[in-house]
């Protein structure tokens, strides 16, 4: 018997989040000495925002809460490029005189390009006028190794908390 492609994802969901709880840490996590560790030591404001405080260069975290479990933060502190969000994907463009501009896709379609890029600055394409152009990988660091055990469990209990404008 065959199996339908909704079976197939659904298998493929179980198995995803399971492997993701295996790799959880055993650390219980502190949210205020993670704030402390996410405004110092991870240096996170410099490529992302939390209640309009940090760059834009990276997803927007003031909720983030809301729409991803601990596991996942986990996972994208330790291997960010494992699941990027489609929302969150970066994007290289070649101009014709062999500029290059990197930043996070915004929309395209067949014919443009709009990003936001390393400078914060939005940028629109017509793709005709791109020497080339593609997806890249994440600039996100892995903070596995940077942060201990216990620093990233506490990161994460603060990025949990992230969930509403206060």
Known sequence: STMTVEQASKIVAYLRSSATKARTSVVTGVAERGRA????KGGCAACHRV???????GPDLSRIGQTRRAAELELALVDPAADVQPTNRFYRAVLRDGTVVTGRLLSHDT?????????????????????????IDSPMPSYKGRLTPQETADVVAYLLTLKAAK
């Open 111 to 135: 014919f443009t390009v709009q990003m936001l890029d390393t400078k914060e600055q939005l940028r629109s394409f017509t793709k005709s006028d791109l020497r080339e152009h593609g997806f």
């Open 37 to 40: 560790v996410y405004d110092a």
């Open 51 to 57: 209640d309009g405080v940090g760059s834009r260069v």
